[in-house]
């Protein structure tokens, strides 16, 4: 017995350096609590051990002023490039809202959009989507007394342009990278950094190199949008299998005919996945592209939130969603579409749905020459709640306001006040120790000295107070949210049924984009740390649901039954059996729900945090593009951290369990 | 078996797994023994293969999994590189050819089916047929026609315009043995291509094989590590293990004369009265006068036991041309069908 307990004491060895420092900090020399400021370069304006701020922006500058093609700028270079932008996107703002200039053809009609939505969604699955489609277009149509038609469309524009061109950046990378080695080897580090770079940090970059408005935010959703189709670009080609390649090899393909003929369409699910996915990063940047001047819901939304007018801001963020879960639902289909069996017979019998399309377009414009109401729904025919839901809001917040002030006060001063002055007494050195013993113990040196690399730069960055704060945020939420989530997956893995259902939430509330999840939060707390806290909680408690139900439910069913046969009580299945199994994804989870916390905490920072987000957003609105990347990159690099941590662990686990080799 | 002219032959082929296996190889005088392979931490998958595929043969490549097998028919095809040995197709050298005479020699003279059917999931029957004409740039007009003749051919009319995943798994290799026939290749390989089937469809399946064999006479090479289906489709077998061929011929001499043990123990359990003819057990005589019945040499001893067993009496055996060569009798045929294989196990 004794034994077994100083074994448990040893096998957290890695714990107790870091305690010990921390203990200690009042006989720490000063330059072990906080991180000196800078010695390099010129003591002063930096504030960082080394000065990377500086260096960025000397970098941006060159770039910005010194003619090194010869004849242009770089910055010459890029914002012709983006220029080329408009090209594409004038032509989708004709079609969509604005209607052509050097042909006599206005706006597609609303009426032939509702259609062509409706034909696509019997098309790609049946009514059920078809019936979300509509929907969705009879929405934005009717609450457009503020004018969500026009902006919705501005909105699809963009998407319509960055969607596209993500893919065909994403699909050429990716290709690439599965083909050459070094190219695979170039790639993933700056796929992993743009991952999981907090986007404001590159939008100052892109308002330098691109200017602003409607093209820069095509840019930047783009620049966000196209990592995960590389990813599965590589991953389709090389899950290939061998037997598809040799058979194609065999029936005498060359190169082409490899790649076009049997590669691409072997990966194809993989490759409509990658759609999806750049569908849904494509949408969560409405709201964050409109930053840099990208005009349509995401500006009108950002506009009423800061002059909170809260009803209007939930009218858009309803249409937001909305296009959001359709365009999600829409593109899953796409991925799970197998090829058909066509009919025999005339045109409409084997095409019938490009037929009745074709019949929609007609019929439509037909009836623009009857009734302009056919055109845009004329204004008398839109409503808008936002007045009721106004009124609601104020309600609710002012019948709430005495126990919610209590409530989130009590919050402030007994928990996340003394757990935040936690957090900013632990000396630097210590984290640093922290995470190299855990390394050590986990992946030994290798894995310790990058883990700690990355925790000293943050440090030399000089942003070393604002990043445990957002540590602290972060840390807090990640409890809650875990606390939340584990049990309620627990539950919902119980049953088919539930498992479904609670699946299908977490798979809704992911499509919502981030900026959303802002509104009940300052609806219920106002402005303050409780109201990041609970926004990053909602959504930072969807992953750890998610991968604690995939593990739960994953347990094969012969141990399952193994456990009752030997005469475990349900408890004792779900403790001893099923809880263990699924621990390497429930840290998966964990380290996904990080993640999706440092998203949620950097887009916070718009309604006043004083952690890392507040200084980007302070970048961004001096235009500083130095001070924007460099916390970003110590943002990306909390969450590498993190994820080199976890994600060893979890595979150490796995490998214990003989589930990978 | 007639032995007509060669069409594929190997020559000393290796095909090592390791770092820089042709250095290796070289320095050990291509003749490293098993234990120094295993030293120097080399993988043989083909161990000094040779090997001649004669014309409208049908060889079958037996051995268990990871035997070498596979390696060596890839080999063969250029799927893999061999590290050393030579290869000869048609009389010229395979492992000279360049990428472009390669695939014009894979479009126009190679067929070759799979364990798991490797159909493009994104065509239909008629599309994965036509596949290899269109990589050969055949128009769509004739090549839809080729390949409706051999939709016909594998008993697969009606199903042209359905997807691989509405098919049974019989039915996604029929479109396999299709499309590896579609270019009317010059030599067959089929790799274990009924191993994914129920036994009962695989038996069907090389019923429809021996079927096809018949009708177009081909020049093959199928692996396996099936004995009984070695035995019902092989003209010779060729078996392998551990990269190494240990012993080619007929069913019948890999039986009555196994080359080592593992051969041995790998046909101790097939039902030998199947497959011994009544020249290899027959007792020779002299004798001018028939006695009893006459049955013929190339006779398998299953066809008459029955008649020998039920009749008491000895049988004449008769060769091609008619003479009497030997006899048999009952207590042979019992010894073969009862007795012999205990002894052996």
Redesign the interface.
Known sequence: MHSSTWDRIKNYWFIYPFFLLWGITPILPNWGVIPPKSCLGGCGTIEGMIPFVQWVNNLIDILRNYEIFGFFTFREFTRSIANLIDIPLDFTEALLYKGFNTIPLGPMPWVMILGLVIILGLYLRGVNLAILGGACVLYLAIFSLRGIWTLSMKTLAAIAVSVPLAVIIGILLGILGAKFKVVEKILNPILNILQSLPHFSYLILVAIFCGVGAKAGVIATIIFAFPPMTRLTILGLKELSSEIIEAGRMNGCNYWQMLFKVELPGARSSLMLGINQVIMQCLAMVVIASFIGQPGLGHDLLARLQNLRLGQAFEIGVAVVFIAITLDRYSQALVLKEPERTKEGAFWIRNPYLFSALIIVILSIFLTFLSSAAIQLPKEYTISISGYLDWGIKFITTSLFVPLGIFRDFLLVYFFMPTKAMFQSMPWISVIVLVGCAGWRLGKFKLALTVMFFVFLIAASGYWVRAMITLYMVSVAMVISIGFGVPIAIWASRKLSTTKLILNICDTFQTFPSFIYLLPAVMLFQISDVSAIFAIVVYASIPITRYTIFGLRNVPAQIIEAAKMSGCSEGQILWKVRMPLAFPEILLGINQTLMFALFMVMIAGFIGTVDLSQEIFRALSFNDGGKGLVIGLCVSLIGLTADRLLVEWSNIKKREFGLIK | MPKNSVTISCKNVWKLYGSNPLKYLASKNFSPSIAELKESQYIPAVFDASIDVFEGEILVIMGLSGSGKSSLV?CM?R?IEPTSGEIYFEGSDLLKATEKEL??I???K???V???????????VLDNIA??L???GVNRDQREKRALEIIDLVGLSGRE???P??LSGGQQQRVGLA??LAVEPNIW?LDEPFSALDPLIRKEMQNEFIRLQNLLNKTIVFITHDFDEAIRLADRIAIMYEGRIVQIGSAEELITNPANDYVAEFTKDIPRAKLLSVGSIMKPTKKIKKSGFTIRKKDKISSVAPKIISSNSIATVLDDSGKICGELTKDQIIDILFIDKENNA
Do not use: C, D, W
């Not at chain 2, 799979?114 to 239909?124: D, E, K, S, T, Y």
């Open positions: 890839r095809t799927l695939i014009e894979r479009r126009h190679m067929g070759m799979f364990q798991n059917f490797a159909l493009m999931p994104h065509r239909n596949f290899p269109e990589v050969q315009k359905y997807y995943r509405e499309r590896s390989f």
